[in-house]
């Protein structure tokens, strides 16, 4: 019993020695990188000291750019709306950004414009849950399964090309209400990047890893939920964001239907009622919407991908 | 304080891994390998391809082997037949008597690189084995300190691999393999990436732990003062189809120190792997040539 504890008291001391060997002449990487990388918890501390400045340092320049960009576009476009710039493309009856800034005060001061957004928000995020769901059961059984992809992909293949536009007639043939075609539509927009995001993340598997999985005594359901799934992560999630995207303007195609409310509705329909600004307001509001749910999507699974930041880098 | 109780935890993973070893099979030891009359053929565009030819080889428990050979001779198939993952041709591979059928946690597998998963944390990677055999979270991660501890890395025990070094992270993927107590620890050139310096460190370090486990350890390398440095037996296998061309006998006193590496013992030892290998490294490429 004692002797067995010196033993065990010695080698941890010799562990511990070559673990902490000092980064001195020569010395071997291992040992510098354990000196450099000092154990996680103090590296944070110092990290989240600054985290201000250095967005300021590296960012910020970069930020400043892509805002004076945009602001850059609107001066010209306000330009080239006062004087009526026509040379093969016609500005004459393009509302100025000050017009539309106006009209969209209004909106905003309403209650109308806030229902249309509703609107379109719900069926978005129900198309939206329907086909991220679905898509990564379809995708992972037809990355995992030889059989699943023989059957799924010929649908996939001729289905994935046919614009959104196209489903409308056999859509409101098919659906028993407006609500459900535009939801369709917009789903069948998000499932295809869904899909084959997630097949090919899982057909990316690394073998070694499910090797070194099998040899700790994991299953297959333990191999797909822990070696499977998260390998494919990074893929999906762009599948994810992609879909978001698709999904947007799929539901713009959409809402050619609805008689009544959404965002792309309010678009067509200020078109129909030859209200200029408001067309600008509804293609905005699109844009901003779907960039801004992407980039909630991007978000909201970042915490899945944080094992890919290396280092200092995020 | 601390110190004690790191040690303390040690010895109690130590005892445990004992009297799980004992519970196995009542009175025998675990970890003996057999290895018998087994080829291994794969079928390939070429045609049939004999990676491994009327291998025979038996290991006791407890014993630390080295697969020496030149690059393509069959070490790693060998080595995968024995972890299952390789289905024998023909022949028979046994541990304890029992046949292998497929990888086990009995057979810990430590790879050349790259094969702790990246998306889970130091602590998770070790703690994968354990919780797959039914343990509770609570009691794998404090299994997974324990061997964390015992390479030296406890203070990582939240960082992802990509952040570590390559030998830390071959030190992560010992304490995984160990972390289910394995009766054979089954090594594929796990040091083969490291530099020179490193590589020392961490053939000293395994030592030092597989001192205190005694566990079968079966290390496929191809660098010869590895393989007298670390092992009780050297196998040699000759280049393609493998064959097992000689088996020596490293009577080296242990614990080994980087002094021995200049000793006379050593020193004839390494002459006679070097001639043997030199002999069977020509042939490989006078056969490659041909076959190009
Ligand atoms: N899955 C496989 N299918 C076909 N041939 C294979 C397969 N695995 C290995 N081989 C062939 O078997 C032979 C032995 O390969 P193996 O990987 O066992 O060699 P090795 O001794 O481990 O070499 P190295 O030292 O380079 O790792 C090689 O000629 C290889 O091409
Ligand atoms: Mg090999």
Known sequence: ?314 | MNETLMNDNRLAVLDHSRTRAKSGKPGAERGRISVRDVDIVFDTANGPHVAVKNANLAVRPGEFICLLGPSGCGKSTLMNSIAGFVPPSSGEVTIDGEAVTEPGPDRGMVFQQHSLFPWKTVKENVAFGPLMAGVGQNEANSVARTFLSLVGLAAFENAYPNTLSGGMQQRVGIARALANYPSVLLMDEPFGALDAQTRVMMQENLLDIWREFRNTVVFVTHDIDEAVFLSDRIVVMSASPGRIIADIDVKLPRPREQSLLTSPEFMALKRQCLDLIRQETLNAFQQQNKAG
């Open chain 1, 1 to 314: 019993m004692d002797s067995q504890s010196n033993a065990a008291i010695r080698t941890a001391e010799a562990l511990v020695d070559t673990s902490a060997k000092p980064s001195g002449t020569e010395a071997t990487p291992d040992a510098c990188v354990s000196a450099e990388l000092s154990p996680p918890e103090e590296k944070s501390q110092v990290q989240s000291r600054t985290p201000v400045m250095i967005w300021f340092r590296t960012s910020g320049p970069r930020y400043l750019v892509r805002i004076m960009a945009l602001v850059a576009a609107v001066l010209l476009w306000e330009l080239a709306s006062d004087n009526g710039f026509s040379f093969y493309v016609n500005f004459e009856n393009i509302p100025a950004p000050s017009v539309v800034g106006a009209a969209l005060g209004a909106e905003l001061a309403g209650q109308e414009f806030y229902l249309h957004i509703l609107h379109s928000l719900e069926r978005v995020a129900i198309a939206y849950v329907m086909a991220v769901v679905l898509g990564v059961v379809i995708g992972v059984a037809m990355g995992r399964s030889r059989w699943a992809e023989d059957i799924i992909l010929p649908y996939i293949e001729l289905l994935r090309p046919i614009p959104a536009v196209a489903w409308i007639p056999l859509a409101i043939l098919m659906l028993p209400t407006e609500q459900s075609s535009i939801v369709f539509i917009t789903f069948l927009g998000a499932l295809f990047p869904v899909i084959l995001n997630t097949v090919h993340g899982v057909e990316q598997t690394n073998g070694l890893l499910v090797r070194a999985a099998r040899s700790l005594g994991a299953s297959r359901t333990a191999i797909l939920w822990h070696v499977v799934l998260p390998g494919a992560m990074p893929s999906i999630v762009a599948g994810l964001a992609i879909g978001m995207g698709v999904a947007w303007f799929s539901l713009l195609a959409g809402e050619i239907i609805s008689g009544q409310y959404g965002i792309g509705y309010y678009t067509w329909n200020s078109y129909t009622l030859i209200q200029y600004p408001q067309i600008i307001i509804g293609m905005l509001t699109i844009g901003g919407l779907g960039t801004l749910c992407t980039l909630l999507v991007r978000k909201g699974c970042s915490p899945l991908l944080k094992w890919q930041a290396r280092g200092g880098r995020s």
